[in-house]
């Protein structure tokens, strides 16, 4: 197991906004988090990164606690993408090696150039890589922000909605990349998404939020229609359609 989460809590201005989170995640697996807005996606992923401080419980990554430990060693076991990428004055590459400072020394090293310049090949951001990230479109300064986390080399990725605000080729090229990373560097993933339909077509593993405690988690079988309008208050149908599992919302009254 790479990843136990265990009966992780938090609570905002005493008011409970997730409760007792519990679950695990092996190498190469994708788990992505849904529920409606406000129901605490991100709060848990933030409390998994120690961003926030949970009320109880505890985030292990392969034995060790990132509630305790020091924010450099969660930096080597975690890669965090945030929903937005803060765009400054610099080159893609500059931000991308940017990841690369939990390993650095006295000096950047000729391992870390050669890391970066993987990770750039990786995203596909070779002719981007000297252009200021002020510059970039949204898909591609998101591609820059995966690309700073992989050159952490984590064990596991954390992303918050990663497709947000993204046309459908970028939404297609950064959950492919996703789940490449996934398989070839032997980590996993955990990201928020609203989209139902990406998610059943890129993630192993899901957990669904209802009023900030696990509705069902489990693979793709648990995401049913009666699970969707359970949390979302939305009648839907899951049908196959070329190989995936397609959801379908209903018009109100027609369930």
């Not at 893609?92 to 970066?116: C, M, N, Q, T, Y």
Request: charged letters at 25%; aromatic letters at 4%; one cysteine or more.
């Amino acid at each position: 197991m790479i990843l136990d989460v265990d009966g992780v809590a938090f609570t905002y201005r005493s008011s409970p906004v997730i409760q007792d989170i519990t679950f695990d995640l092996r190498p190469h697996q994708i788990l992505t988090i849904l529920g409606p807005n406000g129901v605490g996606k991100t709060t848990l992923l933030k409390c998994m990164n120690a961003i926030l401080r949970p009320k109880a419980g505890s985030v292990l990554i392969e034995g060790v606690d990132l509630l305790t430990a020091d924010r450099m060693e969660i930096a080597r076991k975690v890669g965090y993408v945030p929903q937005r990428c803060e765009a400054g004055r610099m080159t893609v590459f500059d931000a991308v090696l940017l990841g690369r400072r939990p390993h650095i020394g006295w000096d950047v090293s000729e391992k870390d150039i050669r890391i970066v310049e993987a990770a750039v090949r990786m995203l596909n951001l070779e002719d981007l890589a000297l252009r200021y990230i002020d510059e970039l479109s949204g898909g591609e300064l998101q591609k820059v922000s995966i690309a700073r986390a992989l050159v952490q080399e984590p064990r596991v990725l954390l992303l918050d909605e990663p497709t947000s605000s993204l046309d459908l080729k970028n939404q297609l090229d950064i959950l492919g990349i996703v789940r490449n990373v996934t398989t070839e560097h032997d980590v996993a993933a955990v990201m928020t998404m609203h989209d139902l339909n990406m998610a059943l077509r890129y993630a192993d593993r899901f957990i669904l939020l209802k009023d900030g405690v696990i509705h069902a988690a489990g693979g793709p079988g648990v995401v049913t229609a009666e699970v969707i309008e359970a949390v979302y208050g939305v009648p839907v149908t899951v049908e196959r359609y070329n190989g995936f599992r397609v959801v379908v919302p209903l018009e109100s009254g027609s369930a």
